[in-house]
Structure formats: structure tokens, C-alpha cells
DNA sequence: ATAGGGTTAG
């Protein structure tokens, strides 16, 4: 007869459980007890011996627990011996050995106790052998749990293993009553999803008797990683009772497939809906916010989160995004100060901060951060050292950028990436050492890719180096034919070396491949908030007139400064006049003479820009601070540009 | 037991 004994508890291993010794309750079981009674005590004791398992973080123990659990005769108890093996599982204990001893002692197995073997198996790799058990569990005529199926369907789903996924979805129907369990349709629409089988987890879907938010979020979360954000947003729709999860998924999606002022849109419905926003949909709006640059909604989301209870002080996640957002909103200082206020600071913090001050052009600063973090003894990540090797790159800090690639295998355990390589061939491209580039790259310990390519071509313009651009070309040609930027640069190039018989062929290339320019456009954020949106020579402005006066007054002031318009940046075979004259549409262009009408005068003149800026307009951008003593803050795909009296935070790199 | 999250180079 099972019973309580005071040993049971003093010996007991978990400190928890001898702070749960009841003197009274003692007393009482060591009277006669009637059947009933034993029963009750039965279940006490097991459920002591479950929370003492939830306590164990070692085999040691799980071992002490598991004497107890043989000492009140409980060797045949399936429940606790099934929590038993979860928690061996769980401390990583090898099923074969242990946990297999103790399952093969059960005479009548539960079907809990043969999932936590299946579990086990799966978990630790074997899952052949818990395809054997699960045979050899429906062979005694043990009916699986909704839980036995859901196992293995997170397992393909992880594996990517589609065939097996469908044979348990094959199992599923053919043991009857799982077909219609929700648990189980819904960890197999995870499992389609994750192999990449979106349409199959679709059609579980539509065949779900009863489906719940889980199983709708899923599918959205689903076309929404998919890019596909049309799918995603009709079945958002139709959603009968949405949650704050499904909410999310919708902003997340929007935020993570670069269309922003959706995401906002919806964000801003959310809140109307009164929905709770909690730190995951802050992150999404944040990230929406960082992609669209502009201040007023950066402001605005900041305050919710504040409002919400999750400040940059309250939540390292939020304050992180928040660096991010405001280094991409152009207010590195704003960065900065949000950054100080994190209360607990991890790795990334520092990197969304050391990014932040590289994007800017303040190596230094960057360089300075990145030492106190390794003071507050916070290990660098991969991250890291694109920020800071970044940083190097743009203040001209070879030997020291040399000296962290080398450290960051050796004493960081950070194993450069091709990205880091990208870094080192733009840092020592930049400085003009093109030939140490080069051999970087083809002594590199991963593949190159059109990146590093990329940016030895971008140097091989700066430093005037046709023979070494050839090369770098060939290859991007190959890597990424279809890019037009990479002809348009090579062609520079040989225009300024004269090789006038190499340009008109790469011209001729281009015009055989057919490639267009991708459409330009530049943003900028009025007094108000509000976003107007240019393309090249776009007319739709309701001030469009004056737009075009004042930037015709610009150009003249400009050029009678000395300015002379810079042709190079246009790739098209056209006449001269015409480029001069497509030069003058730049988008930026349009955006800055918008700005110079309808901004206060002392305020930056904040433009973003979705490709890089041309020369053309980089040299406009420096000519205006100067005449107008604006200060004018452009954001490219690429990074930062602060122009103020005449020069550029970039150095004219960029 | 099952759904949503932050930093990435030319």
C-alpha cells in the first residue's frame, strides 16, 4: 500500500518539495485509511512526484525522484513515469539507455508514455526508431494521443521532411477521429508551411470542420512570409473574431514585405479596434516605422510604446528597434539618447547603435562604442562586426579594420561571413589598396558573391582601375546578370579612362539584355507630417510649378558658382542636352525644392531615397547647403548623407 | 500542446 513517508520527504532532493512537508497531513496517513483515501493520497503523491520532476535539472535528480517514485510502488504508473521520461528528454539524457530501461519495465504502456518515448526518439534525431515505436504502439492496439501526432509533425516540420509529414497525415485518417481534431489540423498546417508547402497546409485548412484564430494566424503568418500579401490580408478579412496575435501577424507582414505605410495603416486601425498592443506588435510598427524614415510617426510610435508600458527603458527589444528606427529616421542623436536610456543593454543594442553610427558616418563614435561593450564584457556577434567594420571603412581605418577581422575568428568565435568580407573589400577598396582587395577575395574561406564583387567594382570607380573592374565585372556579370547598376558602373569606368570602344560595348549589352532602370523616388516629410512622394520628372505635385521654379532658380545660382551638371550619372546613350535635362528631374532634386518652399528654415531638410544617390545630385545636395545654409540629411539604400556648408558627411564616398 | 518579434555589407 502506497503511503506517504516522512523519509519521502526529507530526503526528497528538491528543496521545494521539503518546504511542501505538512507535519498534519502526516499524521494522517500514518492512520488506516479507507480505499478512497489510499486513492487520494495516491494522486498526491504522484503529483508531488511530477512537480518534483518539473524542479530536476539534471539525470542525478531525475534519478533521486525516480528511487522515491520504486520505493511507494509506483513502478507501473504510467503518468508520472511518462513525465519522468519527458524531463530525461529534457536534460538531454540519451533514450536509448535510460529512459528505454524504464519504458520496457511497463507492462501496459499508456499512450502517454509511448509519446514521450516517440517524443524522445524524435527529439534526439532517431526518428526512424519512433516511426518503429509508433508502429509497434498501434500493433498492440494503443490508440495515438492528438499530442502523439502533433510530435511528429513538429519534427518534419523542423526537418523539412514533407514525406513522412504526409505519412502521419496519412495515419491521422486512417486511425479515425483525428481528421477533425484541431489540434492536429493545426500542427499540420504548420508542418506543410514550414516544408514549404503552403498550398497543402491551405488545403487542411479549408477542410477543417472547426478552425481557430491559431489555425487562421497560421495560414497568414504563412502567405505573409510568402510575400504574399494579397492572400494574406483576404483571409485577415474574413477572420471572424481576430486577436492581438492575428493583428500582429497582419502589421508584422506588411512591415517584413517593405510596404510600411500598410503597416501603419493597419496598426492605426488596430488601436482604433482597441486592440492590446504588446512588445511584438510594437516591434512590427517600429520596424515599419524605421523603413519609412519619418520623424512625426516615429515620434507617435514611440509615445505608444511609452504609453503601453514598454518604453525603451521597460524592454530591451523595443529600445533596440528604437536605436535602429531613430539612426533610420536620421536622428542619430535621438538614437543615441534612447540607447543610454536601455536599462539592460544586450548584443543588440550595441550593434543597432554601432550600425547606427557607421550609417552616419561616425566611425569614431562607432569604434568607441563597440570597445565599451566589449568592457561591459558583452560578446560581440556577427552583426557587430559589420557595423564596426563598417564604421572603420568609412573613416579610412585600415589597420585597424584589419586587425578586428583578424581578431573576430581568433578571439571572438565570430567566423567571417561573406558579409564581413563584403566589409574588408569596400574598407580597403576605399582606401585604394584594390590589389589586397582582390586577393582577399580569391583566397577567401567562403564563396564570393556578387556583393564582394560589387564592391571591388564600386572602388575600381573611385581609384580609376579598369583592368582590376574587368575582372570584378566578369564576375557580377555572371553572379547577377540582370543588374543594371553594376553596367552602368563598369561603364563609368571605361568613360574615364577613355576606352571609348569598351563603353559603347557594354552600352550595347545593355541594350540587347533590355534592362530598365528601376523607377527612382524620393520621399520627404512635410511640416505636418505628412509624406509627399516624387519620381523623376513627376509632375503630379499640386505645386508642381513652383517645384520646378525653384529648382531652376537653384540649378542657376549653383552653376553660377561653378557648378557644371556631372553627365556620367546618366546611363542612357542620349544626347546631351537631353541628359541635362533628365538629370534635372532627379527625384531628390524635386524633393529638395519642395523642401526648400515648404519647410521651416531651421529645420533639416530630410529626404529618403529608395536607390543610391547619383553624383549629380550628391553634388547639387553639397552646393544647396552651402547657398541656402540648409542643413540636408539624405537617406539612400545605402546609408546616410548629412550636407551641410558645402560638404558631406560621407567624404564623397559612398 | 498549436499562431505574431529586433540589428546585416557595394
Not at 146 to 163: E, L, N, Y
Not at 362 to 374: K, N, P, V, Y
Not at 612 to 632: F, N, P
Request: a negative charge.
Amino acid at each position: 500500500m502506497p503511503t506517504l513517508s516522512r523519509r519521502f520527504f526529507i530526503t526528497a532532493s528538491n528543496p521545494e518539495l521539503f518546504l511542501q512537508w505538512q507535519p498534519q497531513r502526516e499524521a494522517q496517513v500514518l492512520s488506516p485509511l479507507s480505499p478512497t483515501q489510499i486513492q487520494k493520497q495516491r494522486k498526491v503523491l504522484e503529483s508531488k512526484l511530477i512537480s518534483a520532476l518539473d524542479c530536476c535539472t539534471s539525470v542525478i535528480q531525475i534519478k533521486q525522484v525516480h528511487a522515491h517514485l520504486l520505493l511507494q510502488g509506483l513502478d507501473q504508473c504510467c503518468l508520472v513515469l511518462a513525465k519522468l521520461i519527458r524531463t530525461l528528454t529534457k536534460v538531454n539524457a540519451p533514450v536509448e539507455t535510460y529512459p528505454r530501461l524504464i519504458f520496457e519495465q511497463v507492462r501496459y504502456p499508456n499512450p502517454f508514455l509511448w509519446t514521450a518515448m516517440i517524443r524522445g526518439y524524435i527529439l534526439q534525431g532517431s526518428v526512424s526508431e519512433s516511426v518503429n515505436l509508433y508502429s509497434c504502439m498501434r500493433s498492440v492496439g494503443t490508440r495515438p494521443l492528438s499530442f502523439t501526432f502533433s510530435v511528429f509533425f513538429k519534427a518534419c516540420g523542423a526537418a523539412q521532411d514533407v514525406s513522412l509529414g504526409r505519412q502521419i497525415h496519412a495515419q491521422t485518417i486512417l486511425v479515425g477521429g483525428f481528421a477533425s481534431d484541431l489540434y492536429v489540423g493545426n500542427t499540420m498546417i504548420d508542418m506543410y508551411v514550414k516544408c514549404g508547402y503552403l498550398n497543402c497546409g491551405r488545403k487542411v485548412f479549408d477542410e477543417m470542420p472547426d478552425r481557430d484564430v491559431i489555425s487562421w494566424t497560421e495560414l497568414i503568418v504563412a502567405y505573409a512570409k510568402n510575400g504574399d500579401m494579397e492572400s494574406a490580408w483576404d483571409l485577415f478579412v474574413e477572420l471572424p473574431v481576430k486577436d492581438k496575435v492575428a493583428w500582429t501577424a497582419i502589421v508584422t507582414g506588411y512591415a517584413q514585405n517593405a510596404r510600411p505605410r500598410e503597416a501603419l495603416e493597419v496598426f492605426e486601425r488596430m488601436q482604433n479596434e482597441e486592440v492590446e498592443t504588446d512588445v511584438v506588435t510594437l516591434v512590427g510598427v517600429i520596424s515599419a516605422c524605421a523603413q519609412l524614415g519619418v520623424s512625426k510617426y516615429a515620434n507617435w510610435v514611440r509615445d505608444v510604446a511609452e504609453s503601453s508600458g514598454f518604453g525603451p527603458c521597460d524592454d530591451v527589444v523595443v529600445g533596440s528597434a528604437l536605436v535602429d528606427m531613430y539612426s533610420k529616421c536620421g536622428s542619430v542623436d535621438e538614437a543615441f539618447k534612447v540607447f543610454e536610456g536601455i536599462k539592460e543593454k544586450n548584443v543588440f543594442s550595441y550593434s543597432s547603435m554601432i550600425l547606427g553610427f557607421a550609417m552616419h558616418g561616425r566611425g569614431h563614435a562607432a569604434i568607441q562604442l563597440f570597445h565599451d561593450m566589449l568592457k561591459s564584457e558583452m560578446g560581440p556577434n556577427h552583426v557587430t562586426f559589420i557595423g564596426v567594420l563598417t564604421a572603420c571603412s568609412h573613416v579610412g581605418l585600415v589597420e585597424q579594420g584589419r586587425q578586428l577581422f583578424a581578431a573576430m575568428g581568433n578571439h571572438y568565435g565570430v567566423a567571417p561571413s561573406v558579409e564581413h568580407y563584403t566589409c574588408m573589400v569596400d574598407l580597403l577598396g576605399r582606401a585604394g589598396h584594390l590589389e589586397e582587395a582582390l586577393e582577399l577575395i580569391e583566397t577567401m574561406s567562403v564563396e564570393p558573391n556578387a556583393c564582394v564583387w560589387g564592391a571591388l567594382l564600386g572602388a575600381c570607380r573611385t581609384h580609376r582601375n579598369p583592368d582590376i573592374a574587368q575582372l570584378a565585372a566578369d564576375h557580377l556579370f555572371e553572379l547577377d546578370p540582370n543588374n543594371l547598376g553594376n553596367y552602368i558602373l563598369l561603364c563609368n569606368i571605361y568613360a574615364s579612362a577613355g576606352m571609348w570602344d569598351k563603353v559603347s560595348r557594354i552600352r550595347k549589352l545593355m541594350r540587347v539584355k533590355g534592362l530598365k532602370k528601376n523607377a527612382g523616388y524620393s520621399w520627404i516629410e512635410a511640416k505636418k507630417g505628412e509624406i509627399h512622394e516624387f519620381f523623376a520628372g513627376d509632375m503630379r505635385h499640386p505645386m508642381s510649378t513652383e517645384i520646378m521654379q525653384a529648382l531652376e532658380d537653384l540649378l542657376n545660382r549653383l552653376k553660377a558658382n561653378g557648378y557644371v551638371p556631372n553627365l556620367n550619372s546618366v546611363a542612357y546613350d542620349i544626347h546631351d542636352d537631353e541628359k541635362k535635362h533628365m538629370l534635372t528631374n532627379h527625384s531628390e532634386k524635386l524633393a529638395l525644392a519642395y523642401g526648400l518652399l515648404s519647410t521651416d528654415v531651421d529645420c533639416p531638410i530630410k529626404i529618403m531615397k529608395n536607390l543610391r544617390i547619383c553624383e549629380d545630385c550628391h553634388e547639387v545636395m553639397c552646393g544647396a547647403s552651402k547657398i541656402t545654409g540648409r542643413e540636408i540629411i539624405i537617406r539612400d539604400n545605402m546609408r546616410f548623407h548629412h550636407f551641410h556648408n558645402g560638404s558631406c558627411s560621407c567624404g564623397n564616398f559612398w
